[in-house]
Nanobody, 113 residues
Framework: QVQLVESGGGVVQPGASLRLSCSVSVSIFSVNALAWYRQAPGKQRELIASLVSGRRRMYDDSVKGRFTISRDYNKSMVYLQMNKLKPEDTAVYYC???????WGKGNQVTVSS
């Protein structure tokens, strides 16, 4: 069973940047889809970014142009670079492999002035 550990969150002001990291316990060479989800207070978890077959990137409209998903095969790491953060980006962020039902503990991102 894959284990996922997210890190890099925190409290930042609007307009700031953060980079989330996700350590994946299996080689991501064998993973077809890498993804980031988030869950805001009182809302369902939502898919915001994915990287499929190592090259096709897809983003939710709410983060398009501001967030970038990337990976390091050698380190089995997945990253989410988040720029121009907004208060509505406040959520717990989770990484995921192959859109399955395995989740880490997530990492809190709070954007507040």
């Amino acid at each position: 069973q894959v284990q996922l550990v997210e890190s890099g969150g925190g409290v930042v002001q609007p307009g700031a940047s953060l980079r989330l990291s996700c350590s994946v316990s299996v080689s991501i060479f064998s993973v077809n889809a890498l993804a980031w989800y988030r869950q805001a207070p009182g809302k369902q978890r939502e898919l915001i970014a994915s990287l499929v077959s190592g090259r096709r990137r897809m983003y939710d409209d709410s983060v398009k142009g501001r967030f970038t998903i990337s990976r390091d095969y050698n380190k089995s790491m997945v990253y989410l670079q988040m720029n121009k953060l907004k208060p509505e980006d406040t959520a717990v962020y989770y990484c995921n492999t192959n859109y399955d039902d395995h989740w880490g503990k997530g990492n809190q991102v709070t954007v507040s002035s």
